[in-house]
T-cell receptor, first 115, second 116 residues
Framework: ETGVTQSPTHLIKTRGQQVTLRCSSQSGHNTVSWYQQALGQGPQFIFQ???????GRGNFPPRFSGLQFPNYSSELNVNALELDDSALYLC??????????????FGEGSWLTVV | AQKVTQAQTEISVVEKEDVTLDCVYE???????LFWYKQPPSGELVFLIR??????QNEISGRYSWNFQKSTSSFNFTITASQVVDSAVYFCALSEVGDSSYKLIFGSGTRLLVRP
């Protein structure tokens, strides 16, 4: 039990549509990260938010965007969905202060299928 | 460039056998952290261990043990007397102090199947 919850668990979208994935972190965890995990691969860092501002981004196009809210919840938005966006999207949170040795706690993820 | 390699894609063992999962990493940082996570079919990544680059002591936790060797840039994970419940995908990951986002860089994972 990591205290990180994600919704929805599974969803199917059509190419070109937009999707919003949601995450609720543990109280006190002011850093939230999102990872994309394609089938058979390791998770890839999308971006990170700290105190509601983006604080690092991986190699993902601008159509991947996010928001972090004061109540420890966050969103991942993906516009103009492509077939290759089909993946497990993992939300992760960690406590303040953020440092490389923090244990990062993951949710169970949202499985997105784009058809 | 930073990189984590898990060369074993899939390993199948019979229950009670010992099994070692290999992890090799690349980094230019002198200070970094290494992690192992377990991912059962539900998808959630379960934290197993964190190690910093200055601590090369091996660690044992029950049936799990970890061998960190800086000279070979390896951080291997051994499960002793494996059980069916150990079946999962295991990921090794790296986090660098020099990276302001402290993101985790994952390997491609090793799927472990423990047969009864």
């Amino acid at each position: 039990e990591t205290g990180v919850t994600q919704s929805p668990t599974h969803l199917i979208k059509t190419r070109g549509q937009q999707v919003t994935l949601r995450c609720s972190s543990q109280s006190g965890h002011n850093t939230v990260s999102w990872y994309q995990q394609a089938l058979g691969q390791g998770p890839q860092f999308i971006f990170q938010y700290y105190r509601e501002e983006e604080n690092g981004r991986g190699n993902f196009p601008p159509r991947f965007s996010g928001l972090q809210f004061p109540n420890y919840s966050s969103e991942l938005n993906v516009n103009a969905l492509e077939l290759d966006d089909s993946a497990l999207y993992l939300c992760a949170s960690s406590p303040v202060p953020q440092w490389a040795g923090n244990t990062i706690y993951f949710g169970e993820g949202s499985w997105l299928t784009v058809v | 460039a930073q990189k984590v390699t898990q060369a074993q894609t899939e390993i199948s063992v019979v229950e009670k056998e010992d099994v070692t999962l290999d992890c090799v990493y690349e980094t230019r940082d002198t200070t970094y952290y290494l992690f192992w996570y377990k991912q059962p079919p539900s998808g959630e990544l379960v934290f197993l261990i964190r190690r910093n680059s200055f601590d090369e002591q091996n660690e044992i936790s029950g049936r799990y043990s970890w061998n960190f060797q800086k000279s070979t840039s390896s951080f291997n994970f051994t499960i002793t007397a494996s059980q069916v419940v150990d079946s999962a995908v295991y990921f090794c990951a790296l986090s660098e102090v020099g990276d302001s986002s402290y993101k985790l860089i994952f390997g491609s994972g090793t799927r472990l199947l423990v047969r009864p």
